[in-house]
């Protein structure tokens, strides 16, 4: 015969709900771990993306430097005297100025001759 000087404390009711807020306890956790996942990958894409605009404003800076470089009127004239191009500097005696055309802006025109 059970011994009936300590009844179980522990009831049906009770176990149910024990068993219920394990569950939901578990699933909140999970729930907890996705959702940390989800946005530990969003702040990693949104570094990369940073990173990636930092890359490109580096590169415009490194092509603006580039072109300007190239398009400095004293360095093409170093660059084409080095080749030992056939362009030339144009005179101001060679330049004119052309009439205006109805509706249209002043034009300058130049005539060139080769340097021999």
């Keep these: 015969m ?7 404390r ?5 176990l149910v709900w024990m ?3 394990a569950i939901l306890s578990a699933g909140s956790g999970v729930t907890y771990s996705v959702l940390k996942n989800r946005q530990v990958a969003v702040r990693t894409e949104t570094e990369k993306l940073h990173r990636d605009i930092a890359l490109c404003k580096l590169n415009t800076n490194q092509y ?10 004293w360095d093409m004239r170093e660059r084409l005297m080095r080749d030992n191009s056939l362009l030339r500097d144009i005179d101001r005696s060679q330049i004119e100025t052309a009439g205006s ?5 002043e034009r300058l025109t130049a005539n060139l001759h080769l340097a021999r």
């Design 19 to 21: 068993v219920v807020f």
């Design 10 to 14: 522990i009831g049906f009711p009770f």
């Design 64 to 73: 603006h430097a580039k072109t300007h470089a190239l398009s400095n009127r």
């Design 101 to 105: 055309m109805a509706g249209s802006r």
């Design 2 to 8: 059970p011994d009936s000087r300590y009844p179980s």
